[in-house]
């Protein structure tokens, strides 16, 4: 197996670090109940599987579902990538287990 170089380790860990972060802001903002921060957080594409097995796709169905639902626990896992939006920004896209 090839090493990686020492930057790209320090790349790695920055990059974990950044998305444990932004996944306890999100999970922060769902307990609070604060849609409008949790609305800024998630991706208008977004895909969501819960915990009973059950896929939403898009942000407002998600955020529809999370208003009439009790807070969910911490997430088993999450994909985060970036995309364009159609303003030209870059924003995470999430998925969410659990």
Excluded: C, F
């Excluded at 594409?45 to 169905?61: E, M, N």
Aim: hydrophobic content about 40%; proline content about 6%; overall charge positive.
């Amino acid at each position: 197996m090839p090493e990686l170089p020492a930057h790209s380790l320090a790349e790695h860990h920055t990059v974990t670090v950044l998305v444990q972060d932004v996944v306890q802001a999100a999970h922060q903002a769902m307990l609070e109940r604060d849609w409008d921060a949790l609305r800024l957080m998630l991706h208008p594409y977004l895909h969501w599987t819960a915990a009973d097995g059950s896929r939403l796709r898009g942000r407002t169905k998600s955020l529809d579902w999370l208003q009439n639902a009790a807070p969910p626990a911490e997430p088993i896992a999450v994909k985060l990538r970036e995309a364009r939006s159609t303003a030209g920004r870059s924003r995470l896209m999430t998925r969410r287990h659990g």
